[in-house]
């Protein structure tokens, strides 16, 4: 693998065709894995002088926020040099010159930023619902299992397994554990092919890790926030905040003015966190925390949640000193984030339900509600990265015409920005600045 990724990096400096194996956004443990090990396959297997490089779908200086990613790396002595990031690369460039292959791993469906891209895509590998048909001579390949890495790892063994070498299977086999909950049948996210193919890659390389010894590492290094700063932390992936729970984060030293600073800089006028850790009898379990400092929409947000039947949420609130800051502990912990964005998008509906625009006002309202579209697009566009696979959700229903996944819900049509997008993209919920301005001119 390290020999493969140096002559990748070399061929950035030719001017070739190329074959580019992306992962989604979120550039979590399978995200980078996937793509890294599909590419490395597709090299070794294609007799055409074709060039496959993996690229993982963040900003160089992102990867330090995944710390499962930086120990799993370090642990298999990759070194992240040889890693090519998607600041490192234009593809926009590349397609423009009729340069570009795109190879989907872990996500069919390219975020808007990427839309000039779609008549590159050749080739999709995903293990979740589609949300967008791709017709030939796009190949898809899409299995509901718990681990893309899964469906890399059966490609390999079936297509070419003398190809398989022990740093592969290393980064593939703590993946799917991860990605599984350590292969925890209680947990609802290990199929029979995530075990099969773990049980593989154990028979092939006896000295494979200990599952329970790679989970746990894993679930350290991930949880591990120490050396973070709170903007960093806002930048992770919100239910990967910290081990010891929403309350150590309730506690930090300047949280509201490091909050109202994020939301500033990034526009949002709301924050939803979720979090997971596991406590000593290594049983899971969430937390959640809204930020707003609008009171009528952070009431909103909460009276919905508390009141949910379908799912109950069991919501406990968690003592917290600030006004605009509401915490709660989540009894019911089978309750992912995948469940909780129906109820945001509620919430977010009856609110914007409940206000009544004054009669000869229209033609204001539609300037506001013009550039709440093209705010909410931007916020999509820039939604916290790195929701982890370790919370597959069966298919959801189809998105409702009342949706915020992707615009107001003042106008009635449905979205423009699918709700996968929003899946791999947020452990956040955004809402932009211009809901402000809509208030203001009430």
Do not use: W
């Not at 194996?21 to 055409?48: H, I, Q, R, W």
């Not at 949300?131 to 899409?142: A, D, F, T």
């Amino acid at each position: 693998m390290e020999e493969y990724l140096q002559g990748c990096r070399a061929a950035l400096q030719e001017s070739r065709p190329l074959h580019v194996v992306l992962g989604n956004e979120a550039c979590d443990l399978d995200s980078m894995v996937s793509p890294l090990a599909l590419a490395f396959y597709l090299a070794k297997t294609t007799e055409a002088e074709d060039v496959f490089v993996p690229v993982l779908n963040i900003k160089r200086s992102e990867l330090p926020l995944r710390g499962d990613n930086v120990f799993l790396l370090q642990k298999i002595h990759i070194p992240e040099s040889l890693l090519i990031f998607r600041d490192e690369i234009d593809l926009h460039a590349l397609h423009q010159a009729g340069q570009l292959t795109l190879i989907l791993v872990d996500h069919h469906v390219l975020p808007k930023s990427d839309a000039a891209l779609e008549d590159a895509v050749a080739e999709v590998l995903d293990h979740r619902p589609m949300e967008q048909k791709r017709c030939p001579p796009c190949h898809v390949s899409v299995e509901l299992v718990g681990s893309c890495a899964t469906l890399v790892t059966e490609r390999i063994l079936q297509g070419a397994p003398e190809i398989l070498d022990r740093q592969t299977a290393a980064l593939l086999h703590g993946t799917i554990i991860v990605d599984c909950v350590n292969m925890d049948l209680k947990m609802g996210k290990a199929t029979l092919k995530d075990s099969k193919y773990v049980e593989k890659l154990e028979a092939l390389f006896p000295d494979l890790p200990k599952r329970n010894d790679i989970f746990d590492s894993l679930q350290k290094a991930k949880f591990d926030v120490s050396g973070l700063t709170t903007e960093q932390m806002l930048r992770k992936d919100q239910k990967t905040i910290f081990r010891q729970g929403i309350k150590a984060f309730l506690q930090r030293s300047g949280l509201i003015a490091d909050l109202h600073a994020f939301c500033q800089a990034h526009s949002y006028d709301v924050l939803v966190a979720m979090n997971i850790f596991f406590n000593t009898h290594n049983e899971p379990v969430r937390q959640l925390a809204i930020f707003c400092p609008h009171a009528a929409l952070r009431m909103t947000i909460c009276g919905v949640l508390e009141r949910s039947h379908s799912p109950s949420l069991k919501l406990t609130p968690i003592p917290s000193t600030h006004p605009n800051l509401q915490a709660y502990l989540q009894g019911n912990v089978q309750v992912s984030r995948k469940k909780l964005l129906p109820l945001l998008q509620e919430a977010l509906s009856t609110y914007f339900d409940s206000m009544t625009v004054p009669s000869g006002q229209s033609e204001t309202v539609d300037v506001s509600r013009e550039q709440v579209d093209k705010d909410l697009d931007r916020a999509g566009a820039s939604l916290i990265p790195g929701l982890s696979q370790d919370e597959e959700e069966p298919p959801l229903p189809r998105t409702p015409m009342n949706s915020l996944v992707d615009e107001c819900p003042l106008d009635q049509g449905l979205p423009k920005l699918s709700a996968e997008a929003i899946f791999e993209k947020c452990s956040q919920i955004s809402l932009s600045q211009s809901t402000t301005a809509f208030l203001s001119q009430k």
